[in-house]
């Protein structure tokens, strides 16, 4: 696990990803044609939990159930 410093809403911050986690939120993110920082941004605004890495692993997890049954 790593921790990776990025920018989101005109702050620094830090998150600790595994890196499965981090290489599939950077596909997310060319897949939206966005910034990482923008993506990790726009989950941060709608994250449930307190903890942004949670948040994160979260998301991708969302991603993957989502295009898994987009494709059967």
Known sequence: MKKR???IAGHRTSVSLEDPFWAELKAMAETREM???A???EID???ET???SSA???AVLEDLR???E???
């Open 50 to 52: 307190d903890n942004l």
């Open 45 to 47: 605004a709608r994250r």
């Open 5 to 7: 410093s990025v920018v």
């Open 70 to 72: 987009e494709n059967g």
């Open 66 to 68: 989502q295009r898994l």
């Open 35 to 37: 910034p990482l920082a």
């Open 56 to 58: 994160l692993r979260i």
């Open 39 to 41: 993506l990790i941004e």
